[in-house]
């Protein structure tokens, strides 16, 4: 028992790290089953139609991962973002502002490949290149505002994001960019359709999986080389544990936070250029798809971490993918939604549910004297 | 007089497009100035304003629509508390949460309820029901008073209310002090977290009212895409009224201007969108904060403590 003591006050806080994101996930799964419940649905039922519409209906068809892509080109995108908020986390910075690079990424990313006409191997990292400089951009504008004129980035990337859907919505995509300008008897709205040498190839016959996938393994790699590998990760980790110390051990935290502000918004934008030479292939009249808030989602359940974001995404990839066939019951796909909220809430709330286990410690402690003497050191 | 019936007509105007957006603004003023942030006022606009309709749809009274919109948002907001107040969590994260939480639910609720993801059917409202009907019959005034229902009454009337609250009365005092050293308040005997529950339960009260002036005030149905931002604006508005509720009126009104000259030229002089495209009415709004922030225009500071939870003994 003493033992036992030992281990657990040494290893406590790892413990309750590594328990948050699946309790937070398990009551989102146990909060959307009261709701279906309360609808007069049945949860089981329903969550059996996710599994089977995310991995498939039977063994063959499970292994042949034939229905596997679509969760993971969601995942992909999602993983992205998540990325995005987990870089400027780490430098101290709330990245509400995926959205918006998500937006100024795609619409970057559609311009450039409807314009830029080179083979394949050539095109697309020229799309990308101008993607990774705007939405860098972008991200970048709200840290050099926070560092220079000292606004909360949270209120400046919020505005930035809705800066961007107006005018993107309602000035480049009806305006400069818009398909009538090129082709004037066009009856779809939005932007040209982006040339065949722009497009992301698909992989799978059988889903819309397309080399996204590998974009968001490069970031996920280059993330976590960054953050525990470099100077750069090194300086910008510091920033986020103590901002007042790395000032004065001499790290310039003005370009820290500018620079992991400026990654956050590529990794954003990246996620956007994805979808538009992957999925969409034009930039629509309307485009709204809400993947750059479910990056903070991802970012927050995964830890701030980005191999925690990487899983994290990819199975709410496939989550997003299931709840497609859970329409069958009537259960529309935005319930998703329900089971992220719910995980965010129980995220912020940690403070709280450590303060319990505490609690529940200091009780124990009082029942067991003659076990716990004292709290090791 | 053409000139003062268009003057009218366009107060007027602002008075209804504003509303929303002066009425969530103000749940902001009250919880930013008791310390603590709220950006689910997006999210508790939804809330309300879904449950607006709920409540008329099943009674038929629209009354209790407002009242479900407020009791909801009331709920959010409490669950807001909760988590910012009691368990001390981040308020930002919480936001976020409730915003997400508030797009699926409410997607899901509607299509529970009224079986469809488009727009619910048309419920009893008060869209063209003014509150003084006879004074509507006014000559040139009476314009303003065509348009006043409850909500736009509200909206008038509250930032002053407030603001005779925040700053005219010892409640309000303990209120901001709360907001700006919630250790000193404490040392004097102020429940901190008391005023921060009611604060924050009280802006979801009046973001579930910004709801519901939109679904049974301007219109009489809930649509999926509602609100469509106009929370993130009454977050802008706020700032821009540097947190005080009569500076909030306006720039509600100076960003609902905004909105209105774009429908108004777009129907009388479409060729100057061609000039200054629609996005950048649009876009003013949010590109004004920044800009405020930022000190370009004016200077706006926020409550000291907002968004700081405050833990009793704890070592400053």
Not at chain 1, 17 to 45: H, N, Q, R, W, Y
Not at chain 1, 265 to 276: D, E, K, N, Q, T
Not at chain 2, 86 to 110: D, E, H, M, P, Y
Not at chain 2, 140 to 161: C, D, H, Q, R, S
């Amino acid at each position: 028992m003493a033992e036992f003591v030992n281990w657990w006050y040494k290893r406590r806080e790892n413990i309750l790290d590594f328990m948050m994101p699946i309790l937070a996930v398990l009551a989102g799964f146990l909060v959307a089953a009261i709701m279906i419940k309360a609808t007069g649905k049945s949860p089981l039922e329903a969550y059996k139609l996710l599994l089977h519409g995310a991995l498939g209906h039977n063994w063959q068809e499970f292994l042949s991962l034939s229905l596997a892509g679509e969760g993971l080109l969601k995942g992909s995108i999602l993983a992205l973002t998540g990325l995005s908020v987990t870089v400027a986390f780490k430098a101290g910075l709330f990245n509400i502002g995926a959205e918006g690079q998500f937006l100024v990424g795609a619409i970057t990313a559609a311009y450039f490949g409807f314009k830029l006409n080179f083979s394949p191997w050539i095109n697309i990292p020229l799309i990308l290149l101008a993607v990774i400089v705007f939405s860098g951009l972008y991200g970048a504008l709200a840290a050099y505002l926070k560092v220079k004129k000292g606004v909360h980035e949270v209120i400046t990337t919020i505005m930035l994001n809705w800066t961007a859907v107006h005018l993107i919505e309602n000035w480049l995509v009806v305006g400069p960019f818009s398909i009538l300008r090129f082709f004037p008897r066009a009856i779809r709205a939005g932007t040209p359709y982006v040339n065949d040498n722009s497009r992301l190839m698909p992989l799978m016959e059988t889903t819309r999986l397309n080399a996204s996938i590998f974009i968001a393994l490069m970031a996920v790699i280059f993330v976590f080389y960054l953050l525990y590998k470099t100077v750069i990760g090194y300086e910008i980790q510091s920033i986020g544990k103590n901002i007042e110390a790395a000032r004065y051990s001499g790290i310039n935290t003005g370009k820290s936070m500018i620079l992991s502000m400026f990654i956050a918004g590529a990794l954003a934008g990246l996620a956007g250029a994805c979808m538009i030479l992957g999925t969409e292939k034009q930039y629509p009249g309307v485009f709204r798809p809400g993947y750059g808030f479910d990056g903070i989602a991802m970012a927050l359940i995964g830890l701030t971490h980005p191999i925690g974001t990487f899983i994290t995404s990819l199975f709410f990839g496939f989550v997003r993918a299931g709840a497609t066939s859970m329409q069958l019951m009537g259960i529309h796909k935005t319930f998703a939604d329900i089971i992220q909220g719910t995980a965010i809430l129980f995220v912020a709330s940690q403070v709280g549910f450590r303060y319990l286990v505490y609690l529940l410690e200091e009780k124990l402690k009082r029942k067991k004297r003659s076990i716990i003497l004292e709290e090791p050191k | 007089m053409f000139i003062i019936i268009t003057v009218m007509s366009v107060i007027s105007s602002l008075l209804k497009f504003g509303t929303p957006i002066i009425l969530a603004g103000l749940g902001g003023v009250i919880t930013e100035n008791a310390g603590v942030v709220n950006i689910a006022l997006e999210g508790m606009m939804r809330i309300g304003g879904f449950f607006a309709v709920f409540g008329s749809y099943i009674t038929g009274n629209p009354w209790y629509g407002i009242l479900m919109a407020m009791v909801a948002g009331g709920l959010a907001g409490l669950l807001h508390a909760y988590i910012s107040v009691s368990l001390r969590g981040n308020q930002i994260v919480s936001g976020v949460a409730i915003n997400v939480f508030a797009l699926g639910g409410i997607t899901f609720f509607l299509e529970r309820y009224f079986n469809t993801t488009g727009h619910s059917p048309s419920v009893a409202s008060f869209m063209n029901k003014p509150i003084f009907p006879p004074l509507a019959k006014i000559p040139y005034v009476g314009e303003i008073f065509l348009n006043m229902n409850v909500f736009v009454f509200l909206a008038v009337v509250m930032p002053f209310v407030i603001h005779f609250y925040l700053y005219r009365t010892p409640w309000g005092l303990r209120h901001r002090s709360v907001g700006e050293h919630p250790k000193a308040a404490d040392t004097l005997g102020v429940n901190v977290y008391m005023v921060r529950y009611l604060a924050v339960i009280a802006s979801g009260v009046f973001a579930g009212l910004a709801g519901a002036s939109i679904t049974i005030g301007q219109l009489s149905l809930f649509d999926n895409h509602m609100p469509a931002g106009l929370g993130f604006i009454a977050l802008a508005a706020m700032i821009f009224g540097k947190w005080k509720p009569l500076g909030t009126l306006a720039a509600a009104l100076f960003f609902t201007f905004a909105t209105v000259v774009q429908i108004y030229i777009q129907t009388l002089a479409p060729k100057i969108l061609t000039i200054i495209p629609r996005g950048f009415f649009l876009a003013l709004p949010y590109m004004l904060t920044i800009l405020i922030l930022a000190g370009f225009v004016g200077r706006a500071v926020p409550p000291a403590a907002s968004g700081v939870p405050y833990e009793k003994g704890e070592k400053l």
